[in-house]
């Protein structure tokens, strides 16, 4: 009942008060109780040397009576505390953006928190007891993956893992998850695996979308180069394994400069969009149409089984797109160029047949007459025609019929002839003036080529020494000549140092007045090699001049131990100047690159009188190109050296 109660009295001489700490005397135990709701929850001990008074007691009880009290009270604040914390907890999880969901180990769900319903859109009772490994919930695709990462999980106790994966919405939408999962199985209050999930879909969209640009042309939505490559890979690979063959269309568009120059850019674009539907329209599902670049397309062709079946497609497309595009009111006709080059073996690399069909495609444009040219020879439907081609070079080259033109080369600030390139002309007796991209890569595949280059060696060489000691007005006694060595002839330079000597000579021209051009893919083909072979013709005192440079891709460091004398900067570059940022940058780099070298710098294909103005602003020292003169044979050209300076740069082009 709470009173105090007397338990015991302690013996006068029983050692107890040392034990206590007590004076002598006879001593008495009381018990406070304390109870706690009724119960005992414990005592408090009073020992007192005399009796209790019974006012004495009731204090005492009251202290107890107090005691029990505050221990109740803090009891209860435990509690209070104990429940709040765990109050918080389950709305953390209940609330939480998250879901949180409790798997046994057989993969049945326990528990799932309410975001369940926001994320997949059921309720939070419709999951449990089920697997989470069923569909139509986790995606069929998915679900061995995640089971693996769930199974090595469940081995490991505190162990955590993380996967992605897509659930089914109640609405039937898949949507992607985030999932971390940690192995909780050891804690008795939790026991199981606790997954924490949460909805990345939208991410994943986004993410798919910036892959998709990076592999797609924003404008015509076509796949972009780095596509096309990797899927023309693909097909490379595909193809070993399969008797069938794989063909790369290259095309372009003949006049797209001039629609986009004189209707603007946006009917350029326009343009471009319509080629672009037009194309697919006459592909299959299987096959790819790329924007490579400007006016640039390639269409990867599989399952081909023989090269008309590719010249068929090549055809088809050209026949799409002959029919006008109308622009607002006009009707606009473009020409295309289609060059087509097979893979048969798969050994081939995607460079490869791309740089093939870019061949063929330059033939296509140089012979005018063909829409498009197939590049293999062997499997090449064209093969008789070059055949025939092959047999009356061979006679042409015994009959004379190769000629030597030559184009003059200026210096920009004073418009002076400094020298001259000399470019070789076929007239064919049936087919008229044949240019050399179309023969010289027979020739070069025939092993006609090193014959012709000595023969037009020789021919300059004579010319450039006739043309010096008539001294010209117009021109300097220093007047150069530049002649175009091929790969085959760079690749025996035994033969090229003894054809040139022997030339130097016979003719008494001064070495240094003699220019032999290489082009700088030529050289970039073996350059530690060709690093050595420049020097040997450098030690004849001959110059050298790198053609085409800033299409092949130069290495710097090789660049400097070039021994050479100039830079050529490609008229593909010269074209773009002031119109591309591009080009004008790459135009500008050369030319300062050229100075950092010492090496004097010749601009090719100048037509317009801008291009010339841009160039003499670079510091350019000497151009070529349509705009001053074409390539003219002998006599004409020794009747523009005659003309007053300043005035062979009108009325030739
Ligand atoms: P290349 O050495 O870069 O020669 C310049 C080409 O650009 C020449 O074409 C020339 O006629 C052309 N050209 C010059 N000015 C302009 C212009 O303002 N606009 C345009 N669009 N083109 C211009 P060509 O004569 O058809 O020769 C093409 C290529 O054939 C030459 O390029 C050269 O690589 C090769 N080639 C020509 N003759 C010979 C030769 O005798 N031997 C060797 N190995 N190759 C030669
Ligand atoms: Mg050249
Ligand atoms: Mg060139």
């Not at 002031?578 to 090719?604: K, Q």
């Amino acid at each position: 009942e709470g009173r105090v109660v007397e338990a015991t009295r302690l013996p006068k001489e029983g050692g107890s008060e040392a034990l206590l700490g007590f004076g002598p005397g006879t001593h008495t135990v009381f018990l406070v109780p304390l109870l706690v709701q009724a119960r005992l929850r414990g005592v408090v001990l009073v020992l007192i040397g005399s009796d209790l008074s019974e006012d004495r007691k009731a204090i005492l009880e009251a202290l107890g009576r107090e005691i029990a009290l505050a221990l109740e009270s803090a009891a209860l604040a435990e509690e209070v505390h104990r429940r709040k914390s765990e109050e918080r907890f389950r709305s953390l999880v209940q609330n939480s953006s998250d879901v949180v969901a409790v798997v046994g180990v057989d993969g049945v769900t326990h528990y799932v928190s309410p975001a369940v319903e926001r994320i997949l859109g059921y309720k939070p009772q419709d999951a449990i007891d089920h697997s989470v490994f069923m569909p139509p919930i986790m995606h069929p695709e998915d679900i061995d993956r995640v089971r693996r990462v769930f199974a090595g999980l469940i081995g490991s106790p505190g162990a955590s893992a993380t996967a992605y994966f897509r659930l089914r919405h109640a609405d039937g939408r898949w949507i992607h998850v985030e999932a971390i999962a940690k192995n909780l199985l050891y804690d008795p209050s939790i026991d199981g695996i606790v997954v924490n999930y949460r909805d990345i879909t939208e991410r994943k969209t986004f993410e798919e979308q910036l892959r998709y640009q990076a592999f797609h042309d924003p404008l015509t939505d076509l796949p972009n180069r780095a596509l096309f490559i990797d899927r023309l890979r693909h097909a490379l690979v595909r193809l070993k394994r399969r008797k069938k063959l794989v063909a790369v269309l290259f095309l372009d568009l003949d006049n797209f400069k001039l629609v986009n120059d004189s209707l603007g850019h946006e009917a350029g674009d326009m343009l471009l969009v319509s080629v672009a539907q037009r194309l697919q329209g006459c592909l299959r599902a299987e096959d790819t149409a790329a924007r490579f670049g400007g006016d640039e397309f390639t269409i990867l062709l599989e399952d081909v089984t023989h090269t008309g079946d590719a010249v068929r497609v090549a055809n088809q497309i050209t026949r799409a797109l002959k029919a006008p595009f109308a622009f607002e009111g006009r009707e606009v006709f473009i020409n295309t160029s289609i060059g087509i080059a097979l893979s048969t073996s798969g050994r081939e690399r995607p460079t490869d047949l791309l740089r093939n069909a870019d061949a063929a495609l330059y033939r296509a444009k140089a012979s005018g007459k063909a829409a498009c040219e197939v590049f293999d020879a062997a499997m090449n439907t064209l093969a008789l025609e070059r055949l025939d081609l092959e047999a009356d070079l061979r006679r042409a080259i015994e009959r004379g019929e190769l000629a030597v033109h030559y184009q003059p080369q200026l210096e920009l600030l004073t418009g002076r002839i400094a020298g001259w390139e000399a470019l070789v002309r076929w007239m064919h007796p049936e087919r008229g003036l044949i240019p050399p991209p179309t023969f010289l890569s027979i020739a070069e595949e025939r092993g006609l080529i090193t014959q012709i280059g000595n023969l037009v060696l020789e021919e300059a060489c004579h010319q450039a020494k006739e043309w010096q000691e008539e001294r010209h007005p117009a021109a300097a006694t220093s007047l150069k000549m530049s002649v175009n060595i091929s790969a085959r002839q760079l690749q025996r330079p035994d033969e090229l140092v003894r054809e040139v000597v022997r030339v130097l000579e016979e003719t008494g021209l001064a070495p240094d007045t003699l220019v032999l051009e290489i082009t700088e893919s030529m050289i970039m083909e073996d350059a530690e090699y060709n690093v050595d072979v420049l020097g040997r013709l450098k030690d004849l005192g001959v110059r050298v001049a790198v053609d085409d440079f800033g299409t092949g891709y130069s290495n710097l460091a090789y660049l400097k131990r070039f021994p050479m004398d100039m830079l050529k900067v490609d008229k593909s570059f010269v074209n773009g100047l002031g119109e591309n940022p591009e080009d004008t940058a790459i135009v500008e780099a050369v030319i300062s690159l050229a100075r950092a070298l010492g090496l004097t710098t010749v601009a090719e294909g100048i037509e317009t009188t801008e291009q010339l103005e841009r160039l003499r602003e670079l510091g350019c020292e000497l151009g070529q190109g349509y705009y001053f003169s074409r390539a003219l044979p002998a006599y004409e050209a020794s009747a523009l050296l005659l003309a007053p300076s300043g005035h062979h740069a009108k009325g030739r082009r």
